[in-house]
């Protein structure tokens, strides 16, 4: 996940609106959002490299998504796989702060990452060698670097939501994905300096990313209501297409 930002517990209708994009290399192979057979309370993509995922939810209310830094002097040789830090938390039942206190203590044998986590009654954040945060109620944006870094399509995401949220009570995810499918790079000035090249940059500052091996696979909106009712729909792209392959899902949280 390279995208995500949500409003958490600040609207009267919805406990979370959340829309993120994944992006990732073409090659790599991915399954698209569907309950897992290996545990069947869990739904989410699976990255089929590495066996992880990048974001997903339980019928209990289970919660958790990650995006990468960018810090190319940071990483490490023989680093696990970061996905597998949303798969273990969705397939445990550790509280969030067990869990990220856990994740804390061995987060050294991975390469830079933030960290959501949460339940029905807390969502919590943690980027790598950093104090774990509990959220309060607001409008969040996260790509790759730390919670709410004020890089352009952070800023412009947010912001988007706001406005849109701001007089509506009954949420299109449509529109959620509207903003998500946002092509449009930053103004050189706003570029932030991560270590990479002023080509790469440009690319990835746009909202969706639309590279020659490397782009958004798969767009996420998901929505939870103050009844725990929950809407889940993802779009998978392949090559850059301008046309996602859509998956629906809807069910109650269970107790």
């Known amino acids: ?39 069947p309370e869990v739904l989410a993509g699976r990255d089929l490299e590495m066996l992880g995922t ?36 969705l397939c445990s039942q550790d509280s969030p702060v067990e869990y990220l206190q856990d994740v804390a203590l061995n987060d050294a044998f991975y390469n830079p990452f933030n ?9 919590m954040y943690y980027r790598q060698s950093s104090s774990i945060m509990e959220l309060s109620p607001g409008i969040y944006g996260l790509s790759n670097h730390s919670l709410d870094t004020p890089w352009p399509k952070v800023l412009k995401s947010k912001q988007a939501l706001a406005n849109y949220i701001e007089n509506e009570l009954a949420i299109d995810p449509q529109v959620l994905f509207n903003i998500l499918v946002d092509r449009e790079p930053a103004q ?34 998901l929505l939870i209501d103050r009844h ?28």
């Open 188 to 221: 050189d000035y706003e570029l932030p300096e991560t270590g990479i090249s002023y080509e790469f940059e440009k690319l990835l500052s746009s909202i969706f990313i639309q590279g020659s091996d490397y782009g958004t696979r798969s767009s996420t909106v």
């Open 115 to 123: 960290l959501l986590v949460g339940d029905k009654s807390r969502l």
């Open 1 to 39: 996940m390279c995208l995500l930002f949500f409003a958490y517990d600040c609207h009267p209708r919805y406990r979370l609106i959340l829309a993120a994009n994944r992006d990732e290399y073409y090659k790599r192979p991915t399954q698209s959002a569907r309950f897992w057979e290996s545990h």
């Open 54 to 89: 990048w974001m997903g939810i339980t019928r209990s209310g289970r919660l958790a998504a990650l995006t990468n830094v960018r810090d190319p002097a940071a990483q490490i040789t023989n680093a696990q796989s970061r996905g597998m830090l949303v798969k273990n938390f």
């Open 228 to 255: 725990n009712h929950v809407t889940f729909k993802e779009k998978s792209f392949y090559s850059g297409q301008e046309q996602g392959v859509e998956v629906d899902y809807e069910f109650m949280l269970s107790d």
